[in-house]
C-alpha cells in the first residue's frame, strides 16, 4: 500500500527559505511521477512543482518559477521542494502526489492524474 508522508512545513517570515520533504513507501518511486501541489484557504489546489522521476524532466508553475526547486532521493524514495525567497502567497497546504500520466516526458499537472497523496504540510509565510 502506498504512503506518502510530508514533513517540513512551518511558520517563515518573508524572504525567507524552507525545505519539506516527501517521504514514499509502498510503490515503485522511480516509475512515477511526483509532483508538489498546494492549497490555500478558500482556494483550489493546484501544482506548482513536478518532477519525472525516470529522466528528471521538471515542470513549475509561474508563481514559483526561479524560487522553488524540486528534486529527489532515488535512495531514500523521498521527494523535496526548496522553497527560496518566500512570500505572503505561499501560505498554504502542500502536498506530495504520485501519478503515472507523462506527456512528452514531462508529468502531468492534473490532480486527477495522481493516483497517491499524502496528508499535506503546512507552511504559513509572514510578514
Known amino acids: 500500500q502506498a504512503q506518502l508522508v510530508e514533513s517540513g512545513g512551518g511558520s517563515m517570515t518573508a524572504g525567507g527559505s524552507l525545505r519539506i520533504s516527501c517521504a514514499t513507501t509502498g510503490y515503485t518511486f522511480g516509475r512515477y511521477c511526483m509532483g508538489w501541489f498546494r492549497q490555500a484557504t478558500g482556494q483550489e489546489r493546484k501544482a506548482i512543482a513536478t518532477?519525472?522521476?525516470?529522466?528528471?524532466?521538471?515542470t513549475y508553475d509561474d508563481s514559483v518559477k526561479g524560487r522553488f526547486t524540486i528534486s529527489q532521493d532515488d535512495a531514500n524514495d523521498t521527494l523535496y521542494l526548496q522553497m527560496n525567497s518566500l512570500k505572503l502567497e505561499d501560505t498554504a497546504m502542500y502536498y506530495c502526489a504520485a501519478g503515472r500520466r507523462f506527456t512528452a516526458g514531462l508529468c502531468s499537472q492534473e490532480m486527477g492524474d495522481y493516483d497517491y497523496w499524502g496528508q499535506g504540510t503546512q507552511v504559513t509565510v509572514s510578514s
Open positions: 518532477t519525472n522521476t525516470r529522466n528528471g524532466g521538471t
